[in-house]
DNA sequence: CACGAGACCTGTTCGC
DNA sequence: TGCGAACAGGTCTCGT
Protein backbone atom coordinates (compact mmCIF):
# COMPACT_ATOMS: atom_id res chain seq x y z
CA UNK A 1 0.00 0.00 0.00
CA UNK A 2 2.18 3.11 1.00
CA UNK A 3 4.54 4.54 -1.45
CA UNK A 4 6.96 6.91 -0.42
CA UNK A 5 4.85 9.73 1.11
CA UNK A 6 2.74 7.74 3.07
CA UNK A 7 5.86 5.91 4.36
CA UNK A 8 7.30 9.56 4.56
CA UNK A 9 4.08 10.18 7.05
CA UNK A 10 4.46 7.26 8.98
CA UNK A 11 8.08 8.28 9.61
CA UNK A 12 7.62 11.79 10.94
CA UNK A 13 4.68 10.39 13.34
CA UNK A 14 6.68 7.79 14.85
CA UNK A 15 9.25 10.26 15.75
CA UNK A 16 6.49 12.26 17.75
CA UNK A 17 6.50 15.34 14.84
CA UNK A 18 2.90 15.10 14.44
CA UNK A 19 1.68 15.56 17.98
CA UNK A 20 1.46 11.83 20.15
CA UNK A 21 4.00 10.01 21.24
CA UNK A 22 7.61 9.26 19.52
CA UNK A 23 9.42 6.06 19.20
CA UNK A 24 13.31 7.92 19.93
CA UNK A 25 14.49 7.40 23.14
CA UNK A 26 11.91 4.50 24.26
CA UNK A 27 13.78 1.03 24.90
CA UNK A 28 11.58 -2.24 23.57
CA UNK A 29 10.54 -4.50 26.50
CA UNK A 30 9.27 -7.51 24.36
CA UNK A 31 8.30 -8.71 20.96
CA UNK A 32 5.12 -10.45 20.10
CA UNK A 33 5.28 -12.45 16.55
CA UNK A 34 1.76 -12.95 16.26
CA UNK A 35 1.93 -14.51 11.89
CA UNK A 36 5.64 -15.65 11.89
CA UNK A 37 5.84 -15.29 8.19
CA UNK A 38 6.03 -11.48 8.83
CA UNK A 39 9.58 -11.67 10.14
CA UNK A 40 11.95 -11.89 7.66
CA UNK A 41 15.02 -12.35 9.18
CA UNK A 42 15.89 -13.76 11.94
CA UNK A 43 14.57 -16.88 13.11
CA UNK A 44 11.65 -15.72 15.73
CA UNK A 45 13.53 -17.06 18.91
CA UNK A 46 16.77 -15.19 18.42
CA UNK A 47 14.74 -12.51 16.34
CA UNK A 48 12.60 -11.95 20.41
CA UNK A 49 16.12 -12.40 22.42
CA UNK A 50 17.82 -10.40 20.71
CA UNK A 51 15.73 -7.40 20.42
CA UNK A 52 14.38 -7.21 23.90
CA UNK A 53 16.35 -4.15 25.75
CA UNK A 54 17.19 -2.43 22.78
CA UNK A 55 16.42 1.31 22.43
CA UNK A 56 15.14 3.42 19.66
CA UNK A 57 17.98 5.59 18.52
CA UNK A 58 16.03 7.35 15.10
CA UNK A 59 13.50 6.60 12.77
CA UNK A 60 13.97 7.08 8.94
CA UNK A 61 13.00 6.36 5.81
CA UNK A 62 14.70 4.74 2.77
CA UNK A 63 12.64 4.36 -0.37
CA UNK A 64 9.32 2.52 1.11
CA UNK A 65 11.07 0.81 4.29
CA UNK A 66 10.66 2.37 7.87
CA UNK A 67 14.63 2.05 9.19
CA UNK A 68 14.74 2.05 13.01
CA UNK A 69 17.85 2.44 14.29
CA UNK A 70 18.39 0.25 17.57
CA UNK A 71 21.37 -0.07 19.88
CA UNK A 72 23.28 -1.87 18.68
CA UNK A 73 21.04 -3.48 15.91
CA UNK A 74 18.72 -2.24 13.13
CA UNK A 75 15.09 -2.86 12.26
CA UNK A 76 13.59 -2.79 8.96
CA UNK A 77 9.81 -2.53 8.25
CA UNK A 78 8.14 -2.99 4.73
CA UNK A 79 4.70 -2.35 4.56
CA UNK A 80 3.92 -4.09 1.24
CA UNK A 81 0.41 -3.38 0.08
CA UNK A 82 -1.55 -3.48 2.92
CA UNK A 83 0.55 -2.63 6.05
CA UNK A 84 0.51 0.00 8.70
CA UNK A 85 1.34 1.07 11.96
CA UNK A 86 -0.23 1.89 15.29
CA UNK A 87 1.75 3.58 17.97
CA UNK A 88 -0.65 3.30 21.54
CA UNK A 89 -1.32 2.91 24.77
CA UNK A 90 -0.08 -1.18 25.19
CA UNK A 91 -3.38 -1.31 27.28
CA UNK A 92 -5.21 -0.78 23.50
CA UNK A 93 -7.01 -3.54 22.43
CA UNK A 94 -5.20 -6.06 19.68
CA UNK A 95 -6.68 -5.41 15.99
CA UNK A 96 -7.74 -8.08 14.28
CA UNK A 97 -4.58 -7.89 11.55
CA UNK A 98 -1.61 -7.58 13.62
CA UNK A 99 1.17 -9.19 12.95
CA UNK A 100 4.11 -8.13 15.18
CA UNK A 101 3.32 -5.88 18.14
CA UNK A 102 6.90 -4.81 20.20
CA UNK A 103 6.10 -3.40 23.56
CA UNK A 104 7.91 0.24 24.79
CA UNK A 105 8.62 1.61 28.09
CA UNK A 106 6.23 4.15 29.07
CA UNK A 107 3.54 1.32 28.02
CA UNK A 108 3.43 1.79 24.55
CA UNK A 109 3.02 -0.33 21.84
CA UNK A 110 4.12 -0.16 18.34
CA UNK A 111 1.89 -2.73 16.25
CA UNK A 112 2.05 -3.76 12.86
CA UNK A 113 -1.26 -4.16 11.20
CA UNK A 114 -1.03 -6.23 7.64
CA UNK A 115 -4.48 -8.06 6.31
CA UNK A 116 -2.71 -9.88 3.59
CA UNK A 117 0.17 -10.80 5.15
CA UNK A 118 2.84 -9.09 2.36
CA UNK A 119 4.59 -7.27 4.79
CA UNK A 120 7.83 -8.12 6.26
CA UNK A 121 10.46 -7.71 8.97
CA UNK A 122 14.04 -7.50 9.39
CA UNK A 123 16.72 -7.14 12.75
CA UNK A 124 19.87 -6.88 10.96
CA UNK A 125 23.41 -5.38 12.35
CA UNK A 126 23.92 -4.23 8.91
CA UNK A 127 20.78 -2.57 7.08
CA UNK A 128 22.50 -2.18 3.82
CA UNK A 129 22.33 -6.16 3.50
CA UNK A 130 18.81 -5.19 2.73
CA UNK A 131 19.26 -1.64 1.55
CA UNK A 132 21.52 -1.84 -0.58
CA UNK A 133 19.96 -2.95 -3.60
CA UNK A 134 17.86 0.15 -4.01
CA UNK A 135 17.83 2.94 -6.47
CA UNK A 136 18.61 6.67 -5.84
CA UNK A 137 16.05 7.95 -3.09
CA UNK A 138 14.57 10.61 -5.51
CA UNK A 139 14.02 13.77 -3.21
CA UNK A 140 17.99 13.07 -2.64
CA UNK A 141 20.09 15.49 -4.02
CA UNK A 142 22.31 13.15 -5.99
CA UNK A 143 19.47 12.51 -7.99
CA UNK A 144 19.78 14.65 -10.67
CA UNK A 145 18.35 15.23 -14.11
CA UNK A 146 21.62 14.22 -15.78
CA UNK A 147 21.49 11.51 -14.11
CA UNK A 148 18.33 10.05 -14.60
CA UNK A 149 18.78 10.85 -18.22
CA UNK A 150 22.08 9.35 -18.39
CA UNK A 151 20.22 6.02 -17.22
CA UNK A 152 17.24 6.09 -18.90
CA UNK A 153 19.56 6.26 -22.28
CA UNK A 154 20.68 2.96 -21.07
CA UNK A 155 17.60 0.87 -21.23
CA UNK A 156 14.92 -0.11 -23.64
CA UNK A 157 11.96 -0.77 -21.01
CA UNK A 158 9.11 0.84 -20.75
CA UNK A 159 8.73 3.79 -18.48
CA UNK A 160 5.57 2.42 -16.31
CA UNK A 161 7.58 -0.77 -15.32
CA UNK A 162 10.87 0.62 -15.23
CA UNK A 163 10.10 3.43 -12.63
CA UNK A 164 8.39 0.38 -10.49
CA UNK A 165 11.68 -1.23 -10.70
CA UNK A 166 13.05 -0.41 -7.13
CA UNK A 167 16.68 -1.13 -8.54
CA UNK A 168 15.99 2.10 -11.32
CA UNK A 169 14.62 4.11 -8.59
CA UNK A 170 13.61 3.84 -4.86
CA UNK A 171 9.85 4.95 -3.80
CA UNK A 172 7.63 5.47 -6.65
CA UNK A 173 4.73 2.97 -6.79
CA UNK A 174 1.40 2.60 -8.75
CA UNK A 175 -0.24 5.98 -7.96
CA UNK A 176 2.86 8.03 -8.00
CA UNK A 177 4.34 6.82 -11.16
CA UNK A 178 0.65 7.12 -13.29
CA UNK A 179 0.90 10.65 -11.46
CA UNK A 180 4.69 11.55 -12.22
CA UNK A 181 4.05 10.91 -16.03
CA UNK A 182 0.79 12.21 -16.39
CA UNK A 183 2.40 15.28 -14.92
CA UNK A 184 5.42 14.77 -17.38
CA UNK A 185 2.73 14.29 -21.04
CA UNK A 186 4.88 10.92 -21.12
CA UNK A 187 2.89 7.65 -22.53
CA UNK A 188 3.49 4.68 -19.70
CA UNK A 189 4.57 2.47 -22.83
CA UNK A 190 7.16 5.09 -24.25
CA UNK A 191 10.64 3.24 -24.27
CA UNK A 192 12.81 5.08 -21.72
CA UNK A 193 16.15 5.07 -24.55
CA UNK A 194 13.80 7.50 -26.58
CA UNK A 195 13.49 10.10 -24.23
CA UNK A 196 15.07 13.38 -25.53
CA UNK A 197 17.36 15.26 -22.83
CA UNK A 198 14.46 17.73 -21.80
CA UNK A 199 11.79 14.85 -21.39
CA UNK A 200 14.05 13.32 -19.10
CA UNK A 201 14.39 16.62 -17.48
CA UNK A 202 10.45 17.07 -17.28
CA UNK A 203 10.23 13.39 -16.34
CA UNK A 204 12.64 14.25 -13.08
CA UNK A 205 10.73 17.52 -11.84
CA UNK A 206 7.12 15.41 -12.40
CA UNK A 207 8.88 12.17 -9.67
CA UNK A 208 9.93 15.29 -7.48
CA UNK A 209 6.72 17.40 -7.15
CA UNK A 210 4.16 14.88 -7.34
CA UNK A 211 6.54 12.60 -3.97
CA UNK A 212 6.61 16.19 -2.66
CA UNK A 213 2.93 16.82 -3.01
CA UNK A 214 2.59 13.72 -1.66
CA UNK A 215 4.20 14.22 1.57
CA UNK A 216 2.52 17.51 2.10
CA UNK A 217 -1.18 15.84 1.99
CA UNK A 218 0.31 13.23 4.32
CA UNK A 219 0.23 10.60 1.64
CA UNK A 220 -3.08 9.22 0.35
CA UNK A 221 -5.29 7.30 1.66
CA UNK A 222 -7.51 4.21 -0.45
CA UNK A 223 -10.41 2.24 0.80
CA UNK A 224 -10.20 0.56 4.28
CA UNK A 225 -6.08 0.92 3.94
CA UNK A 226 -3.87 3.60 5.75
CA UNK A 227 -5.51 7.01 7.02
CA UNK A 228 -5.22 10.46 7.42
CA UNK A 229 -4.08 11.29 3.81
CA UNK A 230 -5.52 13.99 1.87
CA UNK A 231 -3.63 13.25 -1.50
CA UNK A 232 -6.58 10.65 -2.91
CA UNK A 233 -8.35 14.34 -3.46
CA UNK A 234 -5.79 15.29 -5.97
CA UNK A 235 -5.00 12.38 -7.96
CA UNK A 236 -4.92 13.82 -11.60
CA UNK A 237 -5.02 10.16 -13.30
CA UNK A 238 -4.80 7.35 -10.70
CA UNK A 239 -8.31 5.60 -10.61
CA UNK A 240 -9.99 7.90 -12.52
CA UNK A 241 -10.89 6.06 -15.14
CA UNK A 242 -13.46 8.09 -17.43
CA UNK A 243 -13.24 11.13 -15.64
CA UNK A 244 -11.86 14.28 -17.17
CA UNK A 245 -8.32 14.98 -17.63
CA UNK A 246 -7.96 17.88 -15.35
CA UNK A 247 -5.21 19.31 -17.98
CA UNK A 248 -7.48 18.75 -21.25
CA UNK A 249 -10.64 17.10 -20.21
CA UNK A 250 -10.17 14.05 -22.71
CA UNK A 251 -11.43 10.87 -20.75
CA UNK A 252 -9.09 9.08 -18.45
CA UNK A 253 -7.90 5.49 -19.81
CA UNK A 254 -6.91 2.57 -17.77
CA UNK A 255 -5.35 -0.01 -18.86
CA UNK A 256 -2.88 -3.30 -17.62
CA UNK A 257 0.92 -2.86 -18.06
CA UNK A 258 3.26 -5.13 -16.56
CA UNK A 259 -0.01 -6.92 -14.98
CA UNK A 260 -0.53 -3.53 -13.14
CA UNK A 261 -3.45 -0.88 -13.38
CA UNK A 262 -2.26 1.82 -15.16
CA UNK A 263 -3.93 5.64 -15.87
CA UNK A 264 -3.03 7.91 -18.45
CA UNK A 265 -4.69 10.56 -20.55
CA UNK A 266 -4.55 9.60 -23.98
CA UNK A 267 -4.47 13.30 -25.40
CA UNK A 268 -1.90 14.49 -22.93
CA UNK A 269 0.34 11.56 -23.05
CA UNK A 270 1.09 10.28 -26.46
CA UNK A 271 2.83 7.39 -27.72
CA UNK A 272 4.78 7.96 -30.18
CA UNK A 273 7.58 10.77 -30.77
C1' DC B 1 18.44 -8.70 -20.65
C1' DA B 2 13.46 -7.99 -20.72
C1' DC B 3 9.03 -9.65 -20.18
C1' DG B 4 5.03 -12.31 -18.64
C1' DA B 5 2.98 -15.36 -15.47
C1' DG B 6 2.49 -17.09 -11.00
C1' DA B 7 3.05 -16.86 -6.02
C1' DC B 8 2.26 -14.79 -1.67
C1' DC B 9 -2.60 -13.18 1.02
C1' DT B 10 -7.19 -11.07 2.53
C1' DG B 11 -10.81 -7.89 1.89
C1' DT B 12 -13.94 -5.04 -0.89
C1' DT B 13 -16.51 -4.00 -4.83
C1' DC B 14 -18.74 -5.05 -9.09
C1' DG B 15 -21.69 -7.55 -12.30
C1' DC B 16 -25.15 -10.81 -13.09
C1' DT C 1 -29.90 -11.39 -1.70
C1' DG C 2 -26.16 -14.30 -3.22
C1' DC C 3 -22.12 -15.64 -5.50
C1' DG C 4 -18.13 -15.58 -8.22
C1' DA C 5 -14.95 -12.64 -10.59
C1' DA C 6 -12.10 -8.79 -10.62
C1' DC C 7 -9.38 -5.83 -8.27
C1' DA C 8 -6.19 -3.64 -4.65
C1' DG C 9 -0.82 1.01 -2.65
C1' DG C 10 4.41 -4.57 -3.61
C1' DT C 11 7.98 -7.65 -4.56
C1' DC C 12 10.08 -12.11 -5.55
C1' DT C 13 10.99 -16.11 -8.51
C1' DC C 14 10.77 -18.79 -12.47
C1' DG C 15 10.40 -19.82 -17.42
C1' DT C 16 10.94 -18.14 -22.11
Known sequence: ???????????????????????????????????????????????????????????????????????????????????????????????????????????????????????????????????????????????????LHHKLMQTRRQLKPLLLDQTFIAGLGNIYTDEALHMAGLHPLRRADSLSTSEAETLWHAIRSVLADGIRRNGASIDWVYRGGDFQNHFRVYQRTGQPCPVCGAAVVRTVVGQRGTHYCPQCQKTGS
Open 1 to 147: MPELPEVETIASTLRGERGGPGLPGRVIQRAHLLWPRTLAEPAPAEFAARIAGQPVRQVGRRAKYLVFQLEPDWLLLHLRMSGDLRLEPASAPLQPHDRLCLELDGSLRLAFNDARKFGRAWLLADPQAVLCRLGPEPLAEDFTPAG
